[in-house]
């Protein structure tokens, strides 16, 4: 059993950065790709960035391509999402989830954080 806590989030204005970490415990981070993911208000959760267990490969939604980047210190069992260039449609609760396939499917993924709210002002 993984158990994942995101923190970082906060409200920032367009065009500001933040970066989102989640830390694992109670399983052994370098076993699992990771994913993050989001959630706007009214919305699915959407797919934003996932890593694979040695760091060396990820893959990002065409929305944040560019702007967000996904990173991991497996000595740290912590998972990273860097932002920057936000945008107000980049507003959501943001989930990482942790995964022993490697894919961009919610489904795939077993266990999930809490999640932290991104609010970015225009």
């Known amino acids: 059993q993984v158990q994942l806590v995101e923190s970082g989030g906060g409200l920032v204005q367009a065009g500001g950065s933040l970066r989102l970490s989640c830390a694992a415990s109670?399983?052994?981070?370098?076993?699992?790709?990771m994913g993050w993911f989001r959630q706007a208000p009214g919305k699915e959760r959407e797919f934003v960035a996932t890593?694979?267990?040695?760091?060396?490969?990820?893959t990002y939604a065409d929305s944040v391509k560019g702007r967000f980047t996904v990173s991991r210190d497996n000595a740290k069992s912590t998972l990273y999402l860097q932002m920057n260039s936000l945008k107000p449609e980049d507003t959501a609760v943001y989930y990482c989830?942790?995964?022993?396939?490697?894919?961009?499917?919610?489904?795939?993924?077993?266990?999930w954080g809490q999640g932290t709210q991104v609010t970015v002002s225009s």
């Open positions: 989830a942790a995964t022993r396939t490697s894919s961009t499917r919610d489904a795939r993924y077993a266990y």
């Open positions: 109670g399983g052994t981070f370098s076993y699992f790709n």
């Open positions: 890593i694979s267990w040695t760091g060396d490969s990820a």
